[in-house]
């Protein structure tokens, strides 16, 4: 069966300095991978996403992610920390020729000053 | 703001009542999407609907149904609640169907049954 893992629960960072969260799936083939944000009190909005192609993707507000087949991880980056970028952040797989989304535990983000 | 609306908000119930969220998807888009959001279970889909049609089910209770309508809004309605049903549920569209195809989320409405 399909699945997400993403091992940190919960990540303190300083303002300023680099971020990583990663996410690990499981999945026979190479799936859709998606990450997005869900801020307090927000629905979620979608950071990035990888279907095919160049394996290290662009998303929006300065995220960036990484698909390491070898490894089954889409780990999401970012060179250097806001305050606003305190949130949740989930990890999802998308199977392929599917509808559903499968949303790993999230990671949630505290950004001190 | 995505532009997908959820109604309402909040809701407080009692165990054994039934209650209805509704959700209305961004304008053009044609699928709509039921997600249930809680400590323990996490971020789960429960339904999909597609123009009318349910295209995909997830993890929905017997007690849960949904449907969309002729203009595209759909229910979510939730029977003999349990105290385990608290949660966020959240409404998400889609211009089509497809995972390729980006889900845009509403706000949620968080339902806390007493």
């Known amino acids: 069966a399909q699945s997400v893992t993403q091992p940190d629960i919960h990540i303190t960072v300083s303002e300023g300095a680099s971020l990583e969260l990663r996410c690990n799936y499981s999945?026979?083939?190479?799936?859709?991978l998606f990450w997005y944000v869900q801020s307090p009190g927000q629905g979620l909005q979608l950071l990035l996403k990888?279907?095919?192609?160049?394996?290290l993707v662009q998303g929006i507000k300065g995220f960036e992610a990484e698909f390491k087949r070898s490894q089954s991880s889409f780990n999401l980056r970012k060179p250097s920390v806001h305050w606003s970028d305190a949130a949740e952040y989930f990890c999802?797989?998308?199977?392929?020729?599917?509808?559903?989304?499968?949303f790993g535990t999230g990671t949630r983000l505290q950004v001190f000053p | 703001d995505s532009g997908v609306t959820q109604t309402p908000k909040h809701l407080i119930t009692a165990t054994g009542q039934r209650v209805t969220l509704r959700c209305s998807p961004r304008?053009?888009?044609?699928?709509v999407y039921w997600y249930q959001q809680s400590l323990d279970q996490g971020l789960q889909f429960l339904i999909q609907?597609?123009?009318?049609?349910?295209?995909a089910k997830g993890n929905i209770l017997e007690r849960f149904s949904a449907q969309q309508f002729p203009d595209l809004h759909s229910e979510l309605n939730l029977s003999s609640l349990e105290l385990g049903d608290s949660a966020l549920y959240f409404c998400?569209?889609?211009?089509?169907?497809?995972?390729?195809?980006?889900?845009?989320f509403g706000p949620g409405t968080r339902l806390t049954v007493l």
């Open positions: 998400a569209s889609s211009v089509t169907t497809g995972v390729v195809d980006e889900q845009f």
């Open positions: 999945y026979g083939a190479t799936p859709y």
């Open positions: 990888y279907f095919s192609g160049d394996t």
């Open positions: 999802a797989v998308g199977p392929y020729n599917t509808d559903k989304l499968i």
């Open positions: 304008s053009g888009d044609l699928s």
């Open positions: 609907y597609y123009n009318g049609e349910e295209r």
